[in-house]
């Protein structure tokens, strides 16, 4: 199960609809959409209830809205709707992106491709493009490289879309201090604690 987390905001329709409308036709469907609402209006659960009654009945369960008491940035409001993922691996969006029909496909095959090679993948991500609001229109194509240590310590490459084994992703959470760079903050000590792991392996 891949939960997808969305801290949430005033978030216009047309944009959480978008990702809405994207994560419901992953051709993967062992998926959860969590979606953490700090808006100060109905705005965004209203668009969340009006998604759901486009959608069947199985599809409509797996969108979990979630309405905070109180905004606490984006740190604070990502780690609450972290807290309500029931998934093995845990992923995040802006409240403005869509996925790919097979992204989530992708991710899942990635996993048992490398299980099947000896090897528990904890971090993931994949390529990212940027579109204008029609959802037609890409123009700045973001062709990632495997992963490099070296590049990561200077250039956080890694950005969306990015799945993390749950109970990491639980573990490190997100840390409010460093809102605006908060994925690279995560994605570093994620790195971190894999490669501290691999050593006290290979110490065995």
């Known amino acids: 199960l891949i939960s997808i987390v969305v801290p949430a905001y005033e978030t216009k329709e047309e944009f959480l609809s978008a990702l809405i409308d994207s994560v419901a036709a992953q051709s993967y469907?062992?998926?959860?959409?969590v979606i953490a609402d700090a808006s100060g209006s109905e705005a965004v659960k209203e668009v969340v209830e009006k998604r759901r009654r486009d959608l069947s009945a199985e599809?409509?369960?797996?969108?979990?809205?979630?309405?905070?008491?109180?905004?606490?940035?984006?740190?604070?409001?990502?780690?609450?709707?972290?807290?309500?993922?029931?998934?093995?691996?845990?992923?995040?969006?802006?409240?403005?992106?869509?996925?790919?029909?097979d992204a989530l496909y992708e991710m899942a095959k990635a996993v048992n491709t490398l299980y099947k090679r000896g090897i528990h993948a904890r971090l993931l991500y994949s390529d990212e493009d940027k579109c204008d609001e029609s959802g037609q229109?890409?123009?700045?194509?973001?062709?990632?490289?495997?992963?490099?240590?070296?590049?990561?310590?200077?250039?956080?490459?890694?950005?969306?879309?990015?799945?993390?084994?749950?109970?990491?992703?639980?573990?490190?959470?997100?840390?409010?201090?460093f809102d605006g760079a908060q994925d690279y903050d995560l994605i570093l000590r994620a790195v971190g604690r894999v490669q501290e792991e691999e050593i006290a392996h290979v110490g065995k």
């Open 137 to 177: 229109r890409f123009y700045e194509p973001n062709i990632k490289c495997n992963f490099n240590f070296d590049f990561l310590l200077s250039n956080n490459y890694i950005c969306h879309f990015l799945l993390l084994e749950a109970w990491l992703m639980k573990d490190l959470g997100f840390r409010p201090a």
């Open 29 to 33: 469907e062992k998926w959860e959409l």
């Open 59 to 101: 599809q409509s369960k797996k969108i979990k809205y979630h309405a905070l008491l109180e905004n606490e940035g984006i740190s604070g409001n990502s780690n609450r709707g972290i807290s309500h993922a029931a998934g093995d691996y845990i992923g995040l969006l802006d409240h403005d992106d869509v996925l790919t029909p």
